[in-house]
């Protein structure tokens, strides 16, 4: 069974992969100062859990938190006597290079989105992600990363107005019923959900302006449906994008050795 870890700068997922399915996806705060062992211990008393018996034999790990690389990797080792495909790490394969300035650095969620959604929609794509930070990954025909877009995350803008004003509270993202909010809590959900609505809608139609062919919009991550139901710009939305990637680039490169 595979272990695919997407570790992202706010959570980092772990599911299992039977070769037909997912047996299991646990989630845990993205902390660099936790070891393997901590890993372990969490994962194992979750494994036991579950009505299968899990037996992790390969791993694969994307990571856009460099220094959480290392306690992964021991993870990996240490418990499953496995060595685990690093995604943006030189030997691991992608099916199509990225086409990016010279030493740029794509973060590799974003690379492993770029080859799931070209696997389940084909070439001319956008895979918006809603993490941490907002992405936006432009997919070329042949399925190659071509560039994109960063925007601060839809949770940070929301902190940013907290932080930054005494009398704005902490709030949690809602789809307000109405644009103008009639308290304090309606009138910064309205803010940050319009205009998010607004950005994602504007960024995707000046993109598709610089692209030669018509271009699909997907979407990934936790916040997705959400701003589906304020947009028509998605074509659909993918939960389990990262996931399907890690597990298709895994297979990619056993194939290629
Ligand atoms: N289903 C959800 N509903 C509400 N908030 C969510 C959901 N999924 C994620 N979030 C929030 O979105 C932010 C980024 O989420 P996440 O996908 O974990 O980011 P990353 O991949 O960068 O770690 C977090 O603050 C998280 O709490
Ligand atoms: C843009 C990101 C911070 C998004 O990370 P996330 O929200 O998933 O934690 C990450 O993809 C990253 O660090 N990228 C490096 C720069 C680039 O992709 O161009
Ligand atoms: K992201």
């Known amino acids: 069974m595979l272990l695919a870890i997407d ?3 706010t959570n980092t997922v772990f599911s299992v992969w039977d070769g037909e399915s997912f047996l299991a996806t646990w989630r845990i705060a993205t ?4 070891t393997a062992d901590e890993y372990f211990v969490w994962l194992s008393s979750l494994m036991a859990l579950t009505k299968v018996d899990v037996q992790v034999t390969e791993a694969i790990i994307s990571s856009t938190v460099p220094r959480v690389v290392f306690n992964l990797r021991v993870l990996c ?8 495909l690093v995604v943006g790490k030189p030997e691991c394969r992608l099916p199509v290079t990225p086409r990016v300035d010279q030493g740029t650095t794509v973060g590799p969620d974003r690379l492993v989105n770029t080859v799931a959604g ?15 930070a907002t992405t936006f990954d432009v997919v070329d025909s042949d399925g190659a990363y071509v560039g ?3 925007a601060p995350g839809v949770n940070l803008s929301l902190e940013a107005l907290h932080m930054a004003a005494a009398a704005l509270p902490h709030i949690d993202i809602a789809k307000p019923p109405r644009v103008i ?5 309606a009138c910064m959900q309205s803010g940050v959900y319009w205009g998010y609505v607004g950005l994602i809608e504007g960024i995707v139609r000046e993109i598709r302006r610089e692209r030669p062919r018509p271009v699909k919009v997907i979407a990934t991550g936790g916040l997705a449906g959400l ?3 304020g947009t028509d710009v998605f074509h659909s939305i993918e939960d389990d994008l990262t996931m399907h990637g890690l597990v298709l680039i895994n297979a990619y490169n056993k194939e290629t050795v």
């Open 227 to 229: 701003f589906a139901q």
């Open 118 to 132: 070209h696997d389940r929609y084909g070439g001319d794509l956008i895979v918006v992600d809603f993490g941490t």
């Open 181 to 185: 909010g009639t308290n304090t809590v």
């Open 7 to 9: 570790c992202g700068n």
């Open 77 to 84: 080792d240490r418990y499953f006597d496995c060595r685990p």
């Open 31 to 34: 902390d660099h100062k936790r």
């Open 148 to 150: 994109g877009v960063i």
